[in-house]
């Protein structure tokens, strides 16, 4: 029973990266098609270009909480030491990640 418990919550986890990925794939492709027009522009609308980039920023936020969730599910089966510390330091790059592309994203709405 433990087994099968341990081999689901690795599909799980498999799946949330899946997702994760497809997350990414999907905003890079929405954000060419948003900026490839602005390359044949003569006048180039800033605006354009940064609701872009917001929206960018706000999927691989979406995708970096995605990629926490599935460490978190990898570590909660029989975690060791050594596990639980590499966690911490992942957790904590993703979330200064996070942290300073929310800022960016706030402050770029604020202007």
């Given amino acids: 029973m433990l087994e099968w418990i341990k ?11 899946l997702a994760a990925g497809l997350v990414i794939g999907v905003a890079v492709v929405e954000t060419i098609v948003k900026v490839a027009p602005l390359a044949f522009r003569r006048v ?7 609701a872009a980039r917001l929206a960018l920023g706000r999927w691989l936020a979406v995708a970096l909480e995605l990629t926490l969730a599935a460490d978190i599910l990898r570590t ?3 975690p060791t030491w050594d596990d639980i510390g590499k966690l911490a ?3 904590v790059l993703r979330t ?4 300073f592309l929310e800022r960016e994203i706030s402050r770029e709405k604020a202007d």
Avoid: F, H, P, T
Wanted: proline share 0%; glycine share 4%.
């Fill in 96 to 99: 200064a990640l996070n942290y």
């Fill in 76 to 78: 909660a089966i029989a």
């Fill in 44 to 50: 180039e609308l800033r605006s354009e270009k940064m």
């Fill in 89 to 91: 330091a992942i957790a």
């Fill in 7 to 17: 081999l689901s919550i690795e599909w799980m986890a498999l799946g949330v990266e």
